[in-house]
């Protein structure tokens, strides 16, 4: 059974970092594309960032552009979110997304972590 398991998430204060991890028994793991999402309270899931299979990064939400940075490592297994500069706004829970690059069938999310920002 394919498991992506967050961690990282937590309580921060506004300015501070956070660096988020998503584990995942993909095989092989170097097939998938891996995103991030987050969901606020009330508000839809909206996409973050994502990394393909090839290695193309990209941040989508505008808000946090300059902010984050996505990366993975395949032979851990695992896909990263460092966030800086964290704002209130950015409360929300952050789930790890894995899809095949090809078989977009192939399609996982994480049970999510969350992150707090408050002083």
């Known amino acids: 059974q394919v498991q992506l398991v967050e961690s990282g998430g937590g309580l921060v204060q506004p300015g501070g970092s956070l660096r988020l991890s998503c584990a995942g028994n993909?095989?092989?793991?170097?097939?998938?594309?891996m995103s991030w999402h987050r969901q606020a309270p009330g508000k839809e899931r909206e996409l973050v960032a994502e990394?393909?299979?090839?290695?193309?990064?990209?941040v989508q939400l505008h808000s946090l552009k300059g902010r984050v940075t996505i990366s993975r490592d395949n032979a851990k297994k695992a896909s990263y979110l460092q966030m800086n500069t964290l704002k209130p706004d950015d409360t929300a829970v952050y789930y790890c997304?894995?899809?095949?690059?090809?078989?977009?069938?192939?399609?996982?999310w994480g049970q999510g972590t969350q992150v707090t920002v408050s002083s």
């Open positions: 993909l095989n092989p793991f170097s097939s998938y594309t």
């Open positions: 990394i393909t299979a090839f290695g193309v990064t990209s």
């Open positions: 997304h894995a899809q095949h690059w090809k078989n977009v069938g192939l399609d996982y």
